[in-house]
């Protein structure tokens, strides 16, 4: 019977607790976009040893600068609108 209480107690406990912390924790949430199709926009990893400053120079003149929305130091990469 002692068991079955403490049972009983600890899981009301974990979700009055998951009530309480959801809509106050501060977590945004994103909403997920759905397409038919593709978006064009593509995340692009170059090969290691690739000069992605060329590349991205080249693609910059060949569109007027207006296709890459993200350029990152951690991958050798790109995202844009492809």
């Given at each position: 019977?002692?068991?079955?209480?403490?049972?009983?107690?600890?899981?009301?406990?974990?979700?009055v607790?998951?009530?309480?912390?959801?809509?106050?924790?501060?977590?945004?949430?994103?909403?997920?976009?759905?397409?038919?199709?593709?978006?064009?926009?593509?995340?692009?990893?170059?090969?290691?040893?690739?000069?992605?400053?060329?590349?991205?120079?080249?693609?910059?003149?060949a569109?007027?600068?207006?296709?890459?929305?993200?350029?990152?130091?951690?991958?050798?990469?790109?995202?844009?609108?492809?």
């Amino acid at each position: 019977m002692v068991i079955t209480t403490m049972r009983f107690l600890a899981a009301a406990t974990a979700i009055v607790s998951a009530l309480i912390v959801s809509p106050v924790s501060g977590v945004a949430h994103i909403p997920i976009q759905k397409y038919n199709g593709t978006t064009g926009r593509y995340i692009v990893q170059l090969k290691e040893g690739a000069d992605k400053s060329s590349l991205l120079s080249q693609l910059m003149q060949a569109v007027d600068g207006q296709v890459i929305t993200h350029d990152w130091s951690i991958i050798n990469g790109f995202a844009g609108m492809l």
